[in-house]
């Protein structure tokens, strides 16, 4: 063998093995099995410093959370495009692209709660299927203006939560009627307002415990609270220092059209989803009244046939009988 194939082998030798190293560390920290007839990757607390690239290509959960990750880039998501849960919690995750998480069309969990994230990466406001988005924790986070600049947000977002930021203003969200869950836990809010909810038509719950606020106007308070009421929202009660009495209840034009504005695109979604059923239903009935009615064909013309046959069997014994009796 000449000089040149020798060290051609020993590369790739070498090449394999380092590969194959990188993966047996991977395999050390990461658990893969299925969840719900999910492919999952459990890689909690697994000293890792990157997002694992050996893991199994169509794996729709990963728990990272835990880990010491510092940077991730859009070519090490982009393995893994059929992601629908990535948990993040817990490294060391500061400036994130634009682009990261650009790929994750089918990300509906996404929890990047304690890291020390300054931007967060655009893109998540716009992610098609993104459900629950969790950002708490992260305590120099710009999200006020992160949203500002995102706006409007596209993803279908069902939970957010922005707890435990030492926010001191809410961001403005603009009209969110998919949400049900706003978690403001641990804030300390200086100037709260009603247009800083008024676009979220869906909330059920407002989660503000360890929480404080200050409002422009004390009965501005009792608005607040009031509106909340009214929607069926159930919230932790914050202290006023005015009585309820003392105060009528108003609230501004612009509030009310940013609500019924969200109300509309609610209404539209829910009309959709509506239709796709009936829809769905309609196509269950025709296809079940289809095969019932080919089943009864098959069977009439196997019954039709047997009487033929019956016929034609009778016919044949009858004549035998009269050529017996002409006999
Ligand atoms: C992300 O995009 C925004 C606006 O499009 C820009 O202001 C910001 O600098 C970008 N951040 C990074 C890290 O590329
Ligand atoms: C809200 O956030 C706090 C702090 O991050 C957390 O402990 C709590 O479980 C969250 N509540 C809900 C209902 O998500
Ligand atoms: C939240 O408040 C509760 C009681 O009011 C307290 O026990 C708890 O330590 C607080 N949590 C944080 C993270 O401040």
């Known amino acids: 063998m000449s000089i040149y194939k020798v060290t051609t082998l020993i590369c790739i030798v070498t090449l394999l093995k380092l590969s194959q190293e990188k993966c ?7 658990v893969q099995t299925k969840i719900h007839g999910m492919v999952s990757a459990d890689c909690y607390n697994g000293n890792l410093r990157k997002i694992p690239q ?4 169509d794996v729709e959960i990963i728990d990272l959370s835990f880990n010491r990750i510092r940077k991730i880039t859009k070519e090490e998501m982009g393995r893994y495009s059929k992601i629908k849960m990535l948990y993040l919690s817990d490294n060391l995750l500061t400036n994130l692209d634009n682009s990261t998480f650009e790929d994750l069309t089918d990300l509906i969990t996404l929890d990047l709660s304690l890291n020390a994230i300054i931007q967060p990466p655009l893109i998540i406001f716009r992610l098609p299927s993104l459900k629950r988005l969790y950002l708490s924790q992260n305590q120099n986070i710009n999200i006020v203006e992160a949203i ?5 947000i596209a993803s279908p977002l069902e939970l957010l939560d922005i707890s435990f930021n030492e926010l001191e203003i809410l961001p403005n969200l603009g009209i969110l009627p998919h949400l049900l869950l706003y978690n403001i836990s641990g804030n300390h809010i200086v100037n709260m307002k009603i247009r800083d909810i008024a676009g979220l038509c869906n909330l059920k719950k407002l989660v503000n415990t360890n929480f404080s606020a200050y409002f422009q106007s004390s009965c501005d308070c009792w608005n607040f609270q009031k509106w909340l009421r009214e929607r069926d929202v159930t919230f932790t009660k914050i202290p006023c220092d005015i009585t309820e009495e003392s105060c009528s209840y108003s609230i501004s034009e612009e509030d009310l059209q940013i609500f019924n504005d969200c109300k509309s695109r609610l209404d539209e979604i829910n009309k959709k989803s509506n239709l796709l ?3 769905i239903g309609a196509a269950v009935f025709i296809v079940v009244v289809l095969s019932l009615v080919i089943v009864y064909m098959l069977y009439r013309r196997r019954r039709n046939r047997k009487l033929l046959k019956e016929k034609q069997l009778n016919n044949l014994l009858n004549g035998k ?5 002409f006999l």
Not at 148 to 152: H, I, L, Q, S, Y
Not at 321 to 325: G, P, V, Y
């Open 24 to 30: 047996v560390d991977e395999e050390k920290a990461c």
């Open 54 to 57: 050996c893991l199994r290509s």
């Open 148 to 152: 500002e600049e995102a706006k409007p």
């Open 277 to 279: 059923k009936i829809g």
């Open 321 to 325: 009988k009269e050529s017996a009796d």
